[in-house]
């Protein structure tokens, strides 16, 4: 068992910065920040593979985000810079990919509780 807990969120005006924090109970071989704004399907934001280092990141967010981690601390951050009104949404932490599809983890064995970020414009 794996628990999650994020910071970080708030609100920004547009082409402000944040960075989002979640420490992580436990190790796992995939963490990741997923992202969901009201009436909209979750989004997977970015994830990284804490082993090789390796990152993926959205179309969406490329060039303006960045996850990173710091192993001893077994937290992993996301960096979001340039933000705008449509990075509105809750965003949470995961970790441990169950499921595959079409070369993007779509689900995860464990999230956090989430934390808001709201830009305006």
């Known amino acids: 068992q794996v628990q999650l807990v994020e910071s970080g969120g708030g609100s920004v005006q547009a082409g402000g910065s944040l960075k989002l924090s979640c420490a992580a109970s436990g190790y796992s071989l995939t963490m990741a920040w997923v992202r969901q704004a009201p009436g909209k399907e979750r989004e997977g934001v970015a994830r990284?593979?804490?082993?090789?280092?390796?990152?993926y990141y959205a179309d969406s967010v490329k060039g303006r985000f960045t996850i990173s981690q710091d192993n001893a601390k077994n937290t992993v951050y996301l960096q979001m810079t340039s933000l705008k009104p449509e990075d509105t949404a809750m965003y949470y932490c995961?970790?441990?990919?169950?499921?595959?599809?079409?070369?993007?983890?779509?689900?995860?064995?464990?999230w956090g509780q989430g934390t808001q970020v709201t830009v305006s414009s």
């Open positions: 995961a970790a441990s990919c169950t499921l595959m599809r079409g070369g993007d983890c779509v689900d995860y064995a464990y």
């Open positions: 990284l593979s804490p082993i090789s280092g390796s990152t």
